[in-house]
């Protein structure tokens, strides 16, 4: 990777400065239109220059102004911009979106935009889309913006992409998700203005597969923590600092965290409260961490009392997602992150939840390992995080949602003494707690069957183990850190895409 730039191209009326202006403030990019820097340059409109000198002199100075173009920015490009084989050959087929539409759409928005160019009179417009289809059709990314809002085609090439800027808690930081990324790992951290020394904290499931890569890579000291929940303790915390103040931490320093979810909390909270606060990198390489634990800053370790009792809100400078990474992961990880996925699915994409089912009609881990697209079905589940995160980032409303199943999923961990894995033991949760929906009404009849189909599916358990009883349960969730006042509140789904946040259950006991 040698740009992180964003071109946006196609004819003339498809909406590129819009749309890239959207995209950058969305990402947090400075934007720049090529045609605004060439008519600024010259001191003169493009029609003068084409009319002064003539086509080539044009490119000539289209060439110019590409190359021109900072390294990390979205660029709006004339319609003609990468005819020249030299202009195409400076940037990267996969970093052009080229925006499409019909020509009574075309035309219709030149129209609105009062635009007087030659291309509005008589068939100019079709002989002039005629003469360029092969060459707009030679990019591989294409996005028809027909049916879609100016903010519709952002978002939708931020998913394409892969590419995310959250924002709400002070310090916005970018989220990607790239096949290969950790092999680009130095250029974005360059990029996003992290320090060394690196500090690579991995547990020992982890380290032996990643950690000698990514600490040659980027030249970091690796600091190693035992594997499993049991371990996400204030004495592995306390261990932590000291290995990290051991390996050469300074205060200017990065924290990397390459793992999965428990090195995502641990590795933060280690960056939050070492030297007063730390910059850290998220780097998930679990299915569970990439489309949950990585985003949204929380940060944390367990007490006997509970899990994540103790942590703080604290957000990374960069979350980076290798979709590749999840090829080494094993096939019962694989099942629990996909239980976050599903739970994603219902609380805002039921389209999400759709292809879930659609795709796995017998219940096989091997089946749900290889079933999927990893990339989008990462940057989806992404999607429907970030964007209740940006609206709620200190978890004071519909950001609740997020903990659907994970109210009884984590009392099933502790019970088990983390026998069950998290996933697990929250898809076990979204089923009971659906269940809990419908007895009150909130959710009708058949949705819970409906939820448990797909997790079924997909190789995942749906039943609370016989051995723990409404009563363990319920006291269990007295040490739940989403109780307030001394009462537990349940994120509830009134249907597939919908929820209900803050519901109180009288006499919870009897009802489960």
Not at 221 to 226: A, D, I, L, S
Not at 254 to 259: C, F, K, R, Y
Not at 450 to 459: C, H, N, Q, Y
Request: aromatic share 4%; net charge negative.
């Amino acid at each position: 990777m040698t740009s992180s730039t964003i071109y946006i191209y196609g004819p003339p009326g498809v909406g590129k400065s819009t749309v890239g202006k959207i995209l950058a403030e969305s990402l947090n990019l400075p934007f720049v239109d090529v045609d605004e820097e060439i008519e600024q340059a010259a001191n003169a409109t493009i029609p003068e220059i084409f009319a002064s000198e003539g086509e080539e002199a044009f490119r000539d100075k289209e060439e110019r102004a590409l190359k021109g173009v900072g390294e990390t920015s979205v660029v709006s490009l004339g319609g003609g911009a990468l005819l020249r084989r030299a202009s195409r050959n400076h940037l990267r087929d996969e970093q052009v979106i080229c925006l499409g539409a019909s020509l009574a759409t075309l035309t219709e928005r030149l129209q609105k935009d009062g635009d007087q160019r030659p291309l509005l009179k008589e068939n100019a417009l079709a002989t002039f889309l005629d003469g360029r289809k092969a060459h707009y059709a030679s990019f591989s990314i294409q996005l028809d913006t027909e049916n879609r809002t100016p903010a519709e085609s952002a978002d939708e090439i931020q998913k394409r992409l892969g590419r995310f800027y959250l924002r709400g808690m002070g310090q916005g930081y970018a989220a990607r998700v790239e096949n290969g990324g950790l092999n680009n790992l130095a250029e974005l951290l360059n990029e996003h203005g992290c320090k060394p020394p690196y500090m690579l904290i991995c547990d020992s499931d982890v380290a032996p597969i990643y950690a000698e890569k990514v600490a040659q890579t980027v030249d970091a000291r690796t600091v190693v923590f035992p594997a499993g929940e049991k371990h996400k303790t204030i004495e592995t915390m306390t261990q932590l600092w000291r290995d990290l103040i051991s390996a050469g931490m300074e205060r200017g320093g990065t924290i990397l965290a390459l793992g999965g979810g428990i090195t995502n909390d641990m590795a933060g909270f280690a960056a939050a409260t070492i030297m007063r606060g730390a910059a850290w990198v998220s780097i998930p390489t679990s299915l569970l961490s990439m489309v949950d634990a990585s985003l949204g800053g929380k940060t944390g370790a367990n007490l006997p009392e509970g899990k994540n009792l103790v942590g703080a809100f604290y957000p990374p400078k960069l979350v980076l997602a290798d979709p590749e990474t999840l090829q080494t992961l094993p096939e019962a990880e694989i099942c629990n992150g996909l239980a976050e996925v599903v739970k994603h699915g219902v609380i805002a994409d039921p389209e999400l939840l759709k292809n879930l089912t659609i795709k796995n009609t017998t219940p096989s881990r091997v089946q749900a390992s290889t079933k999927f697209d990893w990339a989008e079905l990462v940057i989806r589940a992404m999607g429907v995080k970030i964007r209740i995160i940006e609206e709620d980032p200190y978890e004071q409303g519909i950001r609740a949602a997020l903990n659907f199943g994970h109210t009884i999923g984590h009392s099933i961990e502790s019970l088990t003494n983390y026998g069950i894995r998290h996933g697990e033991a929250v898809g076990i949760g979204m089923v009971a707690e659906a269940r809990l929906a419908e007895h009150l009404g909130i959710a009708k009849s058949g949705l819970a069957d409906e939820i448990a189909e797909t997790l079924v599916s997909l190789g995942l358990p749906t039943e609370i183990p016989s051995e723990i009883s409404a009563l363990d349960l319920v006291a269990a969730m007295q040490s739940d850190k989403k109780k307030s006042k001394g009462v537990v509140k349940f994120a509830l789904p009134v249907k597939i895409g919908e929820m209900r946040v803050g519901v109180v259950i009288e006499d919870l006991e009897s009802v489960l």
